[in-house]
């Protein structure tokens, strides 16, 4: 059994993990998407995902779903966080939205998540966690401002956007509400397969699946396949079944600073002060959130004994 600390230390690891690589995951598909359109190139990515995942379930033969009931609930998580989610989000960078306004958009789901959660969830939130939400999106905005342009958002990127918004936000909260008990590594296989059954064919028939192969593609997928798909959305699964919606969603806060991070060690890009400042107000926001208040210890035989003879006299 793990001890509280293992377990801190475990779910810190996992948060950081996920921070780092869905940040890292704008610029790999940014790449990608130079080879080859958004239904084409997701269902190169799940079926190379598919290709990962069947030598695990077979070496660790996981608990595959019992019912059809079960089964129906797994797939439409994952046609939610896969379909709706990528796919709205990678066309929405396809037909020229910065990587600025997406991340800033795409970064209202927390708030939405911690929404949905406490209206229909039953989840209470802290005065404080509201507050953490909204000071975080805040410190996004900042962050980010410098690379805005309203004029690339068309009716078809922001159509596209809010499509990926509602699709992340569903599948996330539907996976912890219907699959909470799954093992990860069929619920993977499950979704992959079914999420190539529906885009297979949209890329074929939408798009003509053009295809321009070459090693920078090849890396991509595979970081995005297992990096993300495969160990990222597990690691963030396993942190929603271990706390509250809200507070593990306010990572998605953390993704665009890994982001600056990154572009300034790859490409030596120096975030501005706003930027700086931004970062800042992102980590107050999410440490409001995410802050838990240690349990008071009982008092002690003895100091009750003091507190009773205080009373007395």
Known sequence: ???????????????????????????????????????????????????CLVPIVLIARPRWPATRSELRHVVIAGLL?????????????????????????LSIQPL???????????????????????????????????????????????????????????????????CPLVDLRAAATLQFAATLVVVAPLAWWVEGAPVIWSWSLAAAVVFLVIGAS?????????????????RVTSLIYLTPLFAVALELALFGVVPSRLSLLGIAVTLLGVGLVAWREQPRKPPTPSARRLSTRTTAT
């Open 1 to 51: 059994m793990q001890t509280s600390s293992e377990r801190r230390w475990l779910e810190t690891a996992l948060a950081w993990y996920f921070v780092a690589v869905w940040g890292s995951g704008f610029i790999a598909t940014k790449i990608g998407l130079q080879h080859a359109p958004p239904f084409t190139f997701l269902a190169i990515r799940f079926a190379f995902g598919i290709a």
């Open 81 to 105: 966080m896969h379909v709706v989610h990528l796919g709205g989000s990678h066309y929405t960078q396809y037909l020229g939205m910065s990587a600025g306004i997406t991340a800033v958009l």
């Open 112 to 178: 939405l998540t911690a929404f949905i959660a406490a209206r229909w969830m039953g989840e209470r939130l802290a005065p404080r966690q509201w507050a953490g939400i909204i000071v975080g999106l805040t410190g996004v905005g900042l962050v980010v401002w410098h690379k805005i342009d309203v004029r690339e958002a068309t009716a078809g990127s922001l159509i596209a956007v809010a499509i990926s918004l509602m699709g992340v936000t569903a599948g996330t909260l539907y996976q912890r509400t219907f």
């Open 230 to 246: 495969i160990l990222g959305v597990n690691a963030l699964h396993t942190l929603m079944r271990r706390g509250q919606a809200a």
